[in-house]
């Protein structure tokens, strides 16, 4: 298997595991290693496989672009770290606006989530099951984060609300989104209530909003500006 000199053993998935089972585990799982030059840049929704990557050396950025085309840095990914199990948990959809772009050279271990999921138990069996929900809660988890930090990353408060209820709107599947009350909607888009309150004001009586009790509404999406 190619990148067989690699010590495995380093890796944190790895870690408490003999190398000859580590190597064994690899060609059981069907994984390989990838080489990325510095620069490239790797859509989640990379591949017809869903797959999880680890890092082996190197550093890279996980990005995300939001529904206004800005480019949000949600976090480094560096040696052992893992990624792509938020595409291969809950599907091209949901992460589509997710990519990888490598800040150095890279290689990458690659390991098919199918593979990772029979590796833990049986299908059908408790463990098994148990496992797979564990990836889907880390995985939505870690999806969560990065579109708070999208949100957050907006200059303005009416660009933080707007990114917010579009992602609710996903979320809850409903032009019509329930929202929590607005001392807590301000801890959510990390503002002062009063600021909230007025912005609220001022999007509905530009016909930008509209709200009822316990629930918004985006209206004219393309003339709402920063």
Same mark, same amino acid.
């Given at each position: 298997?190619?990148?067989?000199?690699?010590?495995? #053993?380093?890796?944190?998935?790895?870690?408490?595991?003999?190398?000859?089972?580590?190597?064994?585990?690899?060609?059981? $799982?069907?994984?390989?290693?990838? #080489?990325?030059?510095?620069?490239?840049?790797?859509?989640?929704?990379?591949?017809?496989?869903?797959?999880?990557?680890?890092?082996?050396?190197?550093?890279?950025?996980?990005?995300?672009?939001?529904?206004?085309?800005?480019?949000?840095?949600?976090?480094?990914?560096?040696?052992?770290?893992?990624?792509?199990?938020?595409? $291969?948990?809950?599907?091209?959809?949901? !992460?589509?606006?997710?990519?990888?772009?490598?800040?150095?050279?890279?290689?990458?271990?690659?390991?098919?989530?199918?593979?990772?999921?029979?590796?833990?138990? /049986?299908?059908?069996?408790?463990?098994?099951?148990?496992?797979?929900?564990?990836?889907?809660?880390?995985?939505?988890? =870690?999806?969560? =984060?990065?579109?708070?930090?999208?949100?957050?990353? &907006?200059?303005?408060?009416?660009?933080?609300?707007? +990114?917010?209820?579009?992602? #609710?709107? *996903?979320? &809850?599947?409903?032009?019509?989104?329930?929202?929590?009350?607005?001392?807590?909607?301000?801890?959510?888009?990390? !503002?002062?209530?009063? $600021?909230?309150?007025?912005?609220?004001?001022?999007?509905?009586? /530009?016909?930008?909003?509209? !709200?009822? $009790?316990?629930?918004?509404? +985006?209206?004219?999406?393309? *003339?709402?500006?920063?």
């Amino acid at each position: 298997m190619e990148g067989q000199e690699i010590d495995f #053993q380093e890796l944190p998935i790895f870690s408490g595991v003999k190398p000859e089972e580590i190597n064994s585990f690899i060609e059981d $799982a069907g994984g390989w290693v990838q #080489q990325f030059s510095k620069g490239m840049r790797l859509p989640y929704t990379h591949g017809g496989d869903s797959r999880v990557g680890v890092m082996l050396h190197g550093m890279g950025y996980v990005l995300l672009t939001d529904p206004f085309g800005d480019e949000v840095l949600g976090y480094e990914l560096r040696d052992g770290e893992l990624f792509g199990n938020v595409w $291969a948990v809950l599907g091209k959809d949901v !992460c589509s606006s997710m990519s990888l772009e490598m800040r150095t050279n890279a290689e990458v271990l690659w390991l098919p989530y199918p593979s990772l999921l029979r590796a833990l138990g /049986e299908p059908g069996a408790a463990n098994g099951v148990v496992a797979q929900n564990l990836f889907k809660v880390l995985s939505r988890m =870690m999806f969560v =984060m990065m579109q708070k930090i999208a949100v957050l990353s &907006q200059h303005t408060l009416r660009g933080r609300l707007r +990114l917010y209820l579009i992602h #609710q709107e *996903k979320a &809850q599947g409903n032009h019509r989104v329930i929202v929590p009350g607005r001392v807590q909607l301000a801890k959510i888009l990390e !503002c002062n209530r009063s $600021a909230l309150t007025r912005e609220i004001g001022r999007m509905e009586d /530009e016909r930008l909003l509209a !709200c009822g $009790a316990g629930w918004m509404e +985006l209206k004219n999406k393309k *003339k709402i500006e920063e």
